[in-house]
């Protein structure tokens, strides 16, 4: 195979791994194996950018469509300090395998920026994002690629590039991205569409493996968008959430947190820490406690070899993307826990980011009802399809579930042929 050392990053070798264990497994085509191991473009840039104290900042930025052979790319953008193009380009593969899994007409895409988004004050993020957007203007559109929140950017950050788009085409593009303010297009319900989607595919999974949803322990890594929604929908089914997490460390209170009091908490504090009636406790500890669900939602690689032998938990339904290493992946298995896969178990933003997409093409906006029946929908039929498969194939949900995505996106190459 052909050197693909341009793109190198632990996450990479993760999901290059995946796609070729996988394309063993499905006996794909040699040369379209070939093809889905590297993204179709990448674009790197350096975005300038003038700091509140008058000095200039240089920031590096990246925008990465993986395969445009189901429809326009589809992905996120992050703001983080451990962005590359390695990194960026796993996440646009994983996203092919994602959008294909749920039956969305989209190529995979991600886009990322290095950067410390709680260093900079809000000016300082609108100039980057704006400037960000017009670098990589040529390559987003409504029917080519349309981004979308991740890890360290929100619905702002959305209006900013949707505003910055639309001003170089002189009128209002709001199909450039999803994830947006309602006010300008945004869909109702997509605010909440990963958490609650992750709520769906577990009440699949512990009705699979006999249980009742409700009064199972959980714990929750990352009380961002989709962790804290993830977090306030469990609790509201009746689950006792007995630790959440931020960047700055966890809480812990066996007996449950009341998770509506600890949002007003985070509004005012800033963070969960200090949150009253729980003790502190340590990221790295959070995940090892006693639970029976535990739901990474902050960043990749969390649950590792050196602590995926101490989890707790029966069910892992992964918030993030990748945050169980291949080798925690393996002891989990053998262990017996069932793991919900990133790419089914997160997969209700981008579902919702379709529907959002389709309003607004449409100028027709759903109400929200509409929207979470049409998410549960999508959702359990996609669980089911992947539990079935991997009972067929006496595999895993992983395996099974990143089968249904590689094997769509390949037969698209099939059928469309290589041009020239
Ligand atoms: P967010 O920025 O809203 O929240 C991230 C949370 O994780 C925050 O509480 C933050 O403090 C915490 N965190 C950050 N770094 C951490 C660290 N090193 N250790 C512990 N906690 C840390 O981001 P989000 O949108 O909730 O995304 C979280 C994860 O879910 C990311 O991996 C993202 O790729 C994935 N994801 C997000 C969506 C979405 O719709 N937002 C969809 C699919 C997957």
Redesign the pocket.
């Known amino acids: 195979m052909t050197d693909n050392s341009e793109f190198d990053s632990h996450l990479y070798r993760t999901a290059l791994a995946q796609l070729d264990r996988v394309a063993a497994r499905l006996t794909l085509d040699r040369d379209i194996h070939e093809r889905l191991r590297y993204p179709r473009r990448a674009l790197v840039v350096s975005i300038p950018i003038r700091m509140d104290d008058g000095s200039t900042n240089i920031f590096i930025g990246y925008r990465v469509h993986h395969n445009t052979v189901l429809g326009p790319t589809k992905g996120?953008l992050?703001y983080?300090l451990g962005v590359n193009l390695g990194e960026v380009t796993a996440?646009a593969m994983l996203m092919s395998w994602k959008c294909a899994l749920m039956g969305l007409p989209y190529g995979g895409a991600k886009g990322g920026v290095r950067c410390d988004p709680r260093a900079l004050s809000t000016r300082e993020l609108e100039n980057l994002t704006r400037r960000y957007t017009a670098e990589i203007i040529l390559l987003i559109g409504p029917d080519l690629d349309i981004p979308?929140?991740?890890?360290?950017?929100?619905e702002q950050t959305m209006a900013w590039m949707m505003d910055t788009y639309s001003m170089t085409q002189g009128k209002s593009v709001p199909g450039v991205v999803t994830?947006k303010p309602l006010i300008v297009g945004g869909s109702a319900g997509r605010r909440e569409?990963?958490g609650r989607g992750i709520v769906y595919v577990l009440y699949q999974a512990t009705r699979r493996l006999g249980h009742e949803l409700r009064s199972r322990k959980v714990i929750v890594?990352?009380?961002?968008?989709?962790?804290?929604v993830a977090a306030r929908l469990l609790w509201r089914e009746g689950c006792t959430i007995v630790g959440v997490?931020?960047?700055?460390g966890g809480i812990w209170n066996p007996d449950g947190l009341d998770v509506r009091q600890l949002e007003a908490h985070v509004t005012e504090a800033g963070?969960?820490g200090g949150y009253p009636g729980a003790d502190p406790i340590s990221?790295v500890d959070l995940i090892t406690q006693p639970c029976d669900i535990l739901i990474p939602?902050?960043?990749?690689s969390?649950i590792r070899e050196d602590n995926a032998d101490r989890v707790k938990a029966s069910i892992v339904a992964e918030?993030?993307?990748?945050?169980t290493t291949p080798e925690a992946d393996a002891l989990l298995r053998e262990r017996g826990v069932t793991v919900i896969p990133?790419i089914l178990a997160?997969?209700?933003?981008?579902v919702v980011?379709y529907f959002e997409w389709v309003q607004g093409l449409q100028y027709y906006f759903w109400r929200e009802s509409e929207i979470t029946s049409r998410l549960q929908e999508v959702m359990t039929r996609a669980f089911n399809r992947v539990w079935t498969l991997a009972n067929k194939e006496g595999t895993d949900l992983r395996t099974a579930a990143l089968m249904e995505g590689i094997r769509r996106v390949a037969e698209g190459y099939r059928v469309r042929g290589l041009y020239p």
């Open positions: 996120g992050r983080d996440l979308a929140p991740d890890l360290g950017t929100d994830g569409a990963t890594q990352g009380f961002g968008n989709v962790g804290a997490s931020d960047i700055k963070g969960v990221n939602a902050a960043i990749g969390q918030g993030a993307n990748g945050p990133d997160n997969a209700g933003g981008v980011s």
